[in-house]
């Protein structure tokens, strides 16, 4: 089905919705790669135009990934709600953006939506609004998940704390995760990507990580992010796994390029939840996507970035995560040049989580051939955190040395913290709070290297590692 | 005694680790000299990733009367097409296609320069790196060496569709970080194809003079990898396994080096990959 628009004395058509989707989407250089951008600002416009007037409705029946190839497709179809699809069946695009801003969309009738939406409704919709709209809808939305700790509450925010080392040096990660203690970070996960991605290497790291959870009594999931299939063996040889941890994408195509399955991630979460490792609850799945995913293993379909990684978000919601992050500036200035495009990306992969009902979270980063800076990534976490971004990862002054790019510091969680007035996980609070690591007026304290707060955890984890 | 044992613990975990860590604090903020540190490491990164490589100079320390180069650049026109464009780095300007189709020399191994993301690194590192490599490979015909400009790993492909050596290896910028800005990376490619899978080179990466690897270490295990393509016909994973455990039986190697993967110039998703 072709679409049509007419505007300044121009006509545009549009083959078909993939085409009219990719052509209304804000300029990105992974869609300029993949050629399928509007030729001009005007069309692009004129696509914003043609879409805002296509229903609901036709996304159930023009997929944009023949559902026969596809088993994300498949996902997406069979697992529609059309019950409470009904609720929203009548409207167009257009008309969508404007009940979600409206204030008959209120947090209750949202989580309703929820399961109404597809990822292709949820990223058209997104093409249609401003940054302050993807924040301010996004903002009514709650996701609350649990396992040591609760994510999603009002007036909190989490972060990983992502303590790498080049070798996996335990000193070296511990050293990194005590300053990140320090910081108070870590609520939503401690994780690590370790440089090498093996079984045994992944036991001794999770084994070390459980042990200083232990000794300290921290109410905190930890995770190695090692690939799935690995996940599953430490599970078989009765290694601790809290969070498995798996990259995924918006396409079956693109999951086989990260080497997983619809099948293999039912079983890594089977596995895992029977450990029974939560205390508060059993979210147990931890996911990692980025725009780019899809097309950089050239799984897309000829589908824009954005939709694809929506279409991700279908495969996460499957399997309850206990946190999801896009890693959106990681991926390469192929995929997103710029602060703007970076900044545009991360305000609407988590707003269309957040729509779909998902923990959201990101990292907030950048390469070093990308065009941004640390001042951009100060606007993008201002940015979603007052969208109520579920964490942020956060790794020593914002230089990740194993993964050679840059992230947030340890200190901007302080910052979001004051400026946005917010508090960590409660479970995680009470815990800092038992530590004497709290001002009076809930600040964490300044702790000097020689304090006994300090030393405590030092020589404990000198001892671990 | 104690205090001392205290702050003996914590020096030790610093020197257990490159990260950031002990930055102390200004109200919640990093402190101004943690803030201008990484500034300048940020500032070096990308002024690695935008500089141009002198490859006249290149040019002028390789030429012997025996080997000789050739300056070429890949379709892309400038630095910011070539950071959007990876497509347009794989394959070759025009000009420089005509180029190579006149200089036909059959030749068994074709070394490539090319700047990659780290104009610095190239700069630094690909003399002294040629000069240690050129004579562990005098059994073989080596064709000119390229220079090219704004090329990726894969130009070597569409290169060897026209000159057809045995083997291509490219020497190219890797992607700056922080701690190393001018890092090298060597790819290997048996029977260069336009369509060849990352999966179908090797690699040794991280040559670098901050603790990365040496050039006659790194000569060394191109030279090796490189007979070994020659003598089994092929490059990437397959070749890998063999390599790590020949490598590691010799004692100072480090097979964790070797890699068939790309790690820093064409999968900027390796991590997603994990």
């Known amino acids: 089905?072709?679409?049509?628009?007419?505007?300044?004395?121009?006509?545009?058509?549009?083959?078909?919705?993939?085409?009219?989707?990719?052509?209304?989407?804000?300029?990105?250089?992974?869609?300029?790669?993949?050629?399928?951008?509007?030729?001009?600002?005007?069309?692009?416009?004129?696509?914003?135009?043609?879409?805002?007037?296509?229903?609901?409705?036709?996304?159930?029946?023009?997929?944009?990934?023949?559902?026969?190839?596809?088993?994300?497709?498949?996902?997406?179809?069979?697992?529609?709600?059309?019950?409470?699809?009904?609720?929203?069946?009548?409207?167009?695009?257009?008309?969508?953006?404007?009940?979600?801003?409206?204030?008959?969309?209120?947090?209750?009738?949202?989580?309703?939506?929820?399961?109404?939406?597809?990822?292709?409704?949820?990223?058209?919709?997104?093409?249609?609004?401003?940054?302050?709209?993807?924040?301010?809808?996004?903002?009514?939305?709650?996701?609350?998940?649990?396992?040591?700790?609760?994510?999603?509450?009002?007036?909190?925010?989490?972060?990983?704390?992502?303590?790498?080392?080049?070798?996996?040096?335990?000193?070296?990660?511990?050293?990194?995760?005590?300053?990140?203690?320090?910081?108070?970070?870590?609520?939503?996960?401690?994780?690590?990507?370790?440089?090498?991605?093996?079984?045994?290497?992944?036991?001794?790291?999770?084994?070390?990580?459980?042990?200083?959870?232990?000794?300290?009594?921290?109410?905190?999931?930890?995770?190695?992010?090692?690939?799935?299939?690995?996940?599953?063996?430490?599970?078989?040889?009765?290694?601790?796994?809290?969070?498995?941890?798996?990259?995924?994408a918006g396409s079956e195509l693109a999951n086989r390029g990260f080497g997983v399955d619809l099948s293999v991630l039912r079983e890594a979460h089977h596995a895992a939840r029977e450990l029974k490792r939560g205390t508060v609850g059993h979210n147990v799945m931890y996911f990692e996507t980025g725009q780019g995913a899809a097309l950089s293993s050239n799984g897309h379909h000829g589908v824009d970035q954005q939709t694809m990684e929506a279409r991700a978000y279908?495969?996460?919601?499957?399997?309850?995560?206990?946190?999801?992050?896009?890693?959106?500036?990681?991926?390469?200035?192929?995929?997103?040049?710029?602060?703007?495009?970076?900044?545009?990306?991360?305000?609407?992969?988590?707003?269309?989580?957040?729509?779909?009902?998902?923990?959201?979270?990101?990292?907030?980063?950048?390469?070093?051939?990308?065009?941004?800076?640390?001042?951009?990534?100060?606007?993008l976490m201002t940015l979603l955190v007052t969208a109520g971004c579920t964490f942020i990862i956060a790794v020593p002054g914002a230089d990740d040395v194993m993964l050679n790019y840059q992230s947030l510091s340890y200190h901007d969680v302080l910052y979001l913290r004051s400026t946005l007035n917010l508090k960590p996980a409660p479970e995680f609070e009470a815990w800092l709070e038992r530590m004497d690591m709290l001002e009076p007026d809930g600040r964490m304290r300044m702790i000097e290297p020689r304090d006994p707060r300090i030393s405590r955890l030092v020589e404990g984890a000198t001892l671990i590692a | 005694m104690a205090d001392i044992s205290r702050k003996d613990a914590w020096t030790l975990l610093k020197s257990a680790t490159s990260a950031r860590i002990g930055l102390g604090r200004s109200g919640d903020a990093m402190p101004l000299d943690a803030v201008l540190d990484f500034q300048h490491a940020h500032a070096r990164a990308r002024d690695a990733v935008h500089a141009k490589v002198d490859f006249d100079a290149i040019s002028a320390a390789l030429e012997t009367p025996t080997l000789h180069t050739l300056h070429i650049s890949s379709a892309t026109q400038d630095r910011a097409t070539y950071l959007r464009r990876p497509d347009l780095g794989r394959i070759l300007h025009a000009d420089s296609e005509a180029a190579l189709k006149d200089a036909v020399h059959a030749a068994d191994i074709i070394l490539v320069v090319a700047d990659g993301l780290s104009a610095a690194a190239v700069q630094a590192h690909s003399v002294p790196l040629l000069k240690a490599l050129v004579p562990r490979l005098t059994d073989f015909v080596i064709g000119p060496v390229l220079l090219a400009t704004r090329g990726r790993v894969a130009l070597g492909d569409h290169i060897g569709e026209i000159l057809q050596p045995k083997l291509i290896a490219m020497l190219i910028?890797?992607?700056?970080?922080?701690?190393?800005?001018?890092?090298?990376?060597?790819?290997?490619?048996?029977?260069?194809?336009?369509?060849?899978?990352?999966?179908?080179?090797?690699?040794?990466?991280?040559?670098?003079?901050?603790?990365?690897?040496?050039?006659?270490?790194?000569?060394?295990?191109?030279?090796?990898?490189?007979?070994?393509?020659?003598?089994?016909?092929?490059?990437?994973?397959?070749?890998?396994?063999?390599?790590?455990?020949?490598?590691?039986?010799?004692?100072?190697?480090?097979?964790?080096?070797?890699?068939?993967?790309?790690?820093?110039?064409?999968?900027?998703?390796?991590?997603?990959?994990?």
């Open chain 1, 314 to 379: 279908a495969v996460a919601r499957a399997f309850d995560p206990m946190i999801i992050n896009t890693v959106v500036g990681f991926i390469g200035p192929e995929y997103l040049y710029d602060g703007k495009e970076i900044i545009r990306a991360g305000l609407e992969d988590h707003f269309c989580a957040k729509l779909l009902g998902l923990p959201m979270g990101c990292d907030v980063c950048y390469t070093n051939h990308a065009e941004a800076d640390q001042d951009d990534m100060d606007n």
């Open chain 2, 173 to 274: 910028g890797e992607r700056p970080g922080l701690s190393v800005a001018e890092s090298l990376g060597v790819y290997l490619t048996y029977a260069p194809r336009l369509g060849r899978q990352d999966s179908e080179r090797n690699c040794i990466s991280n040559i670098h003079g901050k603790g990365g690897l040496g050039y006659e270490d790194a000569a060394g295990k191109i030279a090796w990898l490189t007979r070994e393509a020659l003598r089994r016909s092929l490059t990437g994973i397959h070749l890998k396994e063999d390599a790590s455990a020949q490598l590691s039986a010799a004692p100072g190697n480090d097979s964790a080096l070797l890699s068939s993967e790309t790690p820093e110039i064409d999968e900027h998703d390796e991590r997603l990959k994990q």
């Open chain 1, 1 to 248: 089905m072709s679409f049509q628009s007419a505007l300044g004395g121009e006509r545009y058509v549009f083959r078909d919705l993939k085409h009219l989707l990719a052509a209304a989407s804000p300029r990105r250089s992974g869609d300029d790669l993949a050629g399928i951008s509007a030729g001009s600002d005007a069309e692009r416009v004129a696509a914003r135009h043609a879409l805002a007037d296509v229903p609901l409705s036709l996304f159930l029946v023009e997929v944009l990934v023949p559902y026969e190839e596809d088993e994300v497709t498949r996902l997406i179809v069979d697992s529609h709600d059309r019950d409470a699809f009904l609720q929203i069946s009548h409207f167009t695009v257009g008309e969508l953006r404007d009940w979600l801003l409206g204030y008959e969309a209120t947090t209750e009738r949202l989580a309703t939506v929820a399961p109404a939406l597809t990822p292709e409704m949820v990223a058209a919709v997104s093409k249609l609004m401003r940054n302050q709209d993807l924040i301010a809808v996004a903002r009514k939305c709650r996701v609350i998940t649990k396992f040591r700790t609760t994510l999603g509450l009002p007036g909190r925010v989490g972060s990983r704390l992502q303590p790498n080392h080049p070798t996996d040096d335990p000193k070296g990660i511990v050293a990194s995760l005590l300053d990140g203690l320090l910081y108070g970070t870590g609520d939503a996960v401690i994780g690590i990507n370790p440089a090498t991605d093996n079984v045994p290497n992944a036991i001794s790291l999770l084994r070390m990580l459980d042990g200083i959870r232990q000794t300290y009594d921290i109410p905190v999931q930890t995770c190695v992010l090692t690939h799935v299939t690995n996940a599953i063996e430490i599970i078989n040889r009765g290694a601790p796994v809290d969070l498995v941890f798996q990259s995924i």
